[in-house]
């Protein structure tokens, strides 16, 4: 079974192979997950693929840091039924979660939720990725300090929660690598590659709150 897979997967300390009993489209797949490489800013790590999703899963984390600071961070999940399912109208599907501290003045801006959701396709679409039945969410939330927490700056963050159905799961890698741009860019990096000028958001001055 495919949670057996998992749990051997986890004690061996090895979360980049699937196994040699899965799918070959989802071996496939994870494979090209493990070639990508983001720019240097952006560390991937894995973590353990939630159980309850798809038969099949596999899960990354990813940081961005600049200057000894974490600016952003986020999580990249695949998941895999070869049965298919109809919400996702094709058997695989992307699942993501990009987090980043803003400026709280940007918080306020009434546009910045569709800004940023429209980041995530630009960056789809500059690498000539189909990513059909898209959902998702952006959250801007902010923290005002008092009493003995009143010395804290304000802090805002925003978290944006995306899913989509690739076109095909062996461009897998690359739908990361776009994701991997869309985290640069709410945590304030400029663009790797020449082209149309992207907003990014400005960088947060000093140290995430502890």
Do not use: K, Y
């Not at 596999?58 to 109809?86: K, N």
């Not at 993501?96 to 429209?118: C, F, G, I, Q, Y």
Request: hydrophobic fraction near 40%; glycine fraction near 10%; charge should be negative.
């Amino acid at each position: 079974m495919a949670a057996s897979r998992t749990d051997q997967a986890e004690e061996s300390g090895d979360m980049t192979d699937p196994g040699a009993g899965d799918p070959p489209a989802f071996r496939q797949a994870v494979a090209a997950l493990a070639a990508a490489r983001p720019r240097p800013e952006v560390v991937l790590s894995p973590l353990p693929p939630p159980r309850r999703l798809a038969p099949f899963t596999h899960a990354l984390g990813a940081s961005v840091s600049a200057d000894g600071e974490e600016l952003a961070d986020g999580r990249f999940i695949l998941l895999h039924d070869p049965a298919g399912d109809e919400s996702w109208r094709g058997d695989f599907r992307v699942v993501t979660l990009a987090r980043a501290d803003l400026e709280p003045e940007l918080a306020t801006d009434p546009l910045l939720p569709e800004v940023a959701w429209s980041w995530l396709w630009e960056s789809l679409e500059g690498r000539g990725l189909d990513a059909g039945e898209p959902n998702g969410t952006v959250t801007r939330a902010g923290s005002t300090f008092f009493g003995g927490l009143a010395g804290r700056p304000a802090r805002a963050e925003l978290e944006l929660r995306a899913s989509w159905t690739p076109a095909d799961p062996a461009s897998a890698g690359s739908h990361l690598l776009a994701w991997c741009g869309l985290l640069a860019q709410c945590a304030g990096l400029p663009p790797e590659t020449s082209g149309p000028a992207v907003t990014a958001l400005p960088r947060r001055r000093g140290p995430r709150p502890v």
